[in-house]
């Protein structure tokens, strides 16, 4: 199911899961995968809904997810399978959450519009976790944080305030 993209960050994988798996109703639902505030850090530290969504996801295939899909660089097999075992077992350790790693979710628009018309869906870029322009366009990535309160709240007063590109973007990840 939803399998990863090449150059999907886990974090997207496990929000297109929780979306798939109809778990993503409201913000803390997002809880260890993005704060509040739209910060992501170089892996998530998930709970068992969470989890559930990537059961599918053997603890090899998730250390080599780590290692292609992941912000969290430096570590070998050894340590990877390690600390993929502690995340998919609702273990994970605060101290992988080194503040040096965290980052804000962004997007770049055109991507995203390229994506729905060749997938039908969308997804964030692990090269969008690096920078705050898209590798492709060269376009300013943009901030995702009101673009999930829109998806969360889409009856809201919330929904008026963004763009309605970015808005079916993320509708779309969970098709």
């Known amino acids: 199911m939803a399998p990863i993209n090449n150059d999907e960050s886990v974090h997207s994988l496990i929000i297109r899961r929780m979306l798939l798996h109809g778990v993503l109703h409201k913000p803390k639902d997002l809880q260890g995968v993005i704060s509040p505030s739209g910060v992501v850090y170089g892996l998530p530290t998930l709970n068992k809904k969470q989890t559930e969504c990537i059961r599918d996801i053997d603890t090899t295939q998730f ?45 770049c628009v055109e991507c995203a519009e390229l994506q729905l018309r060749s997938l039908g869906y969308s997804y964030f870029k692990i090269d969008w976790l690096h920078s705050a322009r898209c590798s492709v366009h060269k376009a300013a990535l943009a901030p995702c944080i009101t673009v999930m309160a829109s998806l969360l709240w889409p009856s809201s007063e919330y929904l008026r305030q963004f763009d309605s590109i970015a808005h079916r973007i993320l509708r779309q990840m969970s098709k």
């Not at 899909?69 to 430096?74: F, Q, R, S, V, W």
């Not at 077992?89 to 503040?99: G, K, L, Q, V």
Request: no cysteine; glycine share 2%.
């Open 63 to 107: 250390a080599s997810i780590i290692d292609n899909n992941a912000p969290y660089l430096g570590a070998d097999l050894k340590v990877r399978t390690q600390i993929a075992k502690h995340v998919l077992e609702n273990n994970a350790d605060r101290s992988y959450r080194d503040p040096a790693s965290r980052t804000q979710l962004r997007y």
